[in-house]
């Protein structure tokens, strides 16, 4: 299986790339990308101090080759993706995937417009709904077709993807099913306002060739990010007149439809989820960096049976938001609901080399049972985060962290502290053919 699959990747991979050079003239660019990446994990997250942390290592190398002639764009990144040490031999597991495949076509029916079709990572705003996860070492990506149009105040995406697709020949239940994403995402630049549409589709077979739609979620939206001038009184009056001396941003969501299959019956539950964010950040000078913020998302009463008032987080980058720890970066941040209240400072003390301080408070809205244990609602734990990134040579970046998690008997009862760490390594290269 290794040989076969790593074979038609090579194949693919040669004939792009012969067909780039065998079309290349006087105005074709053709380049390469490579990503390299080495993380070293220590996990206590356990909440047992009588058992050690457990290591592993996970690696990431992507290979891309570009290419771009006149209005058209081609894009093919393959992936190799692993924990080291297993199946290292060559009969282990096949590793190698395709991430990225895609062509575009700008100016495609009028100017600024374009089409992009293919495999292709996704992240929009400050990928709270949906996002590449890059910390992840696989990533996410979407199947599927995108018409946008951009100019310089104004962008809009409308996407259709597929991230499962059902086989008609298929007669078993629950195989193959058509779970579709499609959108519309809109920026004015100038205000630094998006405003979005998003729905997402599951369908399963029930059997000698019906199918049920299950899921029907429609999510829409506001972000909006901004900055005002401001008062420090420990900076010179010329440092304190910076109007951009503030930034600031908000998200609200809305979510509502039915579903079905999460709750096991034939009876359709009615969705309606919200969440609500907002952060206020001091640029106090070019070298220290302060936030503060709230983010809230609701849970499911479990007294209204016929109704699921979770938020579902979509696609987001839940490692972005919700702690290194990555206790509450699921696709439902608890079915209890999430409050996360947080603080960031960020120093640079020299040149290349950035210090993160982060600070959690996670607290629960509904009332929720867990393990034969029946928990109220209320704080679920304080996060402590600390990491530090610096920039060794312009294509090498080394950084490291480490989180502190204290829980409180209504995440654990009666659980230890915990602790997680980690070191990386990171090179990116890129090469255009002259």
Same mark, same amino acid.
């Given at each position: ?7 038609w990747i090579l194949v693919a991979?040669?004939?792009f790339?012969?067909t @780039?050079?065998c ?5 074709t660019?053709?380049?390469f990308?490579?990503d390299?990446r080495?993380? $070293?994990?220590? +996990?206590?997250r356990?909440?047992?101090s ?6 592993q290592?996970l690696l990431?190398?992507?290979?891309g080759?570009m290419?771009?002639?006149g209005?058209v764009?081609?894009?093919?990144q393959?992936?190799?993706s692993? @924990?080291?040490g ?5 009969? $282990? @597991?096949?590793m ?7 062509l ?7 100017d600024r417009?374009?089409l ?6 996704m992240a ?5 709904l ?6 992840? %070492?696989v ?6 077709i995108?018409l946008?149009? %951009?100019?310089e105040?104004?962008m809009?995406?409308?996407?259709y993807t597929n991230q499962?697709e ?5 007669q @078993?239940?629950d195989?193959?099913?058509d779970?579709?994403?499609i959108g519309?995402?809109?920026?004015y630049?100038?205000w630094?306002? &998006?405003?979005?549409?998003?729905h997402?589709s599951?369908a399963?077979?029930?059997g ?7 899921l ?11 900055q ?16 951009k001396?503030?930034r600031?941003l908000?998200?609200v969501?809305y ?6 299959k999460?709750?096991?019956s034939?009876s359709?539950v ?6 609500f964010g ?5 640029f106090? =000078?070019?070298r ?9 998302t609701?849970g499911?009463?479990?007294?209204t049976l016929?109704? =699921? ?13 919700h702690?290194?720890m +990555?206790y509450?970066t699921?696709s439902?941040?608890w ?6 209240e947080?603080a960031?400072?960020?120093?640079e003390p020299?040149?290349?080399?950035v210090f993160?301080a /982060?600070? &959690?408070?996670?607290?629960?809205l ?5 393990? /034969? ?5 209320g704080?679920?734990g ?12 312009d %294509?090498?970046i080394?950084?490291?962290g ?7 008997d209504?995440?654990?009862y009666? /659980?230890?502290?915990?602790?997680w760490?980690?070191i ?5 290269m890129?090469y255009?053919? +002259?």
């Open positions: 299986m290794l040989r076969k699959t790593t074979l991979l040669l004939s790339g012969v @780039q050079l079309f290349a003239g006087n105005d660019e053709i380049g990308k490579a390299l080495y993380r $070293g994990e220590m +996990d206590g356990d909440f047992n009588d058992t050690d942390m457990q290591g290592g990431r190398f992507r290979l080759t290419a771009q002639r209005n764009h081609g894009f093919l393959l992936q190799y692993d @924990q080291t297993w199946d290292s031999g060559i009969l $282990g @597991q096949d190698v995937d395709v991430h990225q495949a895609w575009r076509m700008d100016d495609f029916l009028i417009t374009y992009k079709v293919g495999r292709m990572e929009y705003a400050d990928e709270r949906i996002g590449a996860v890059g910390w992840s %070492n990533g996410r990506v979407f199947d599927g995108v946008g149009y %951009n100019c105040k104004f809009l995406d409308l996407f499962e059902r086989y008609a020949s298929s @078993q239940q195989n193959n099913p779970d579709m994403f519309m995402w809109t920026e630049k100038p630094g306002l &998006h405003l979005y549409a998003l997402n599951k399963r077979n029930l000698s060739g019906v199918f049920r739609r299950d029907e979620r429609t999510t829409i939206g506001i972000h909006h990010n901004g005002f001038g401001g008062l420090v009184p420990f900076l010179t009056d010329e440092e304190s007149r910076d109007p001396r503030f600031y908000w998200n969501a979510q509502f439809g039915t579903d079905r999460s709750y096991g034939d359709e009615e969705l309606s989820g919200m969440l907002v952060e206020v950040r001091s106090i =000078n070019s220290l960096t302060g936030a503060l913020g709230v983010e809230y609701t499911d009463d479990p007294e016929d109704k =699921n008032e979770s938020f579902n987080n979509l696609y987001y980058t839940g490692h972005k938001f702690g290194m +990555d509450f699921g439902v941040n079915r209890s609901g999430l409050i996360n947080y960031y400072l960020e120093v020299w040149e290349r080399t993160n /982060g600070l &959690h408070l996670f607290s629960s509904q009332d929720r049972a867990d393990s /034969g244990n029946d928990y109220e609602a704080q679920l304080l996060e402590f985060d600390l990491t530090v990134s610096h920039e060794a040579q %294509n090498l080394v950084c490291g480490i989180g502190y998690f204290m829980p409180s209504d995440f654990v009666e /659980g230890d502290n915990a602790m760490g980690y990386q390594l990171r090179s990116l890129e255009w053919l +002259d």
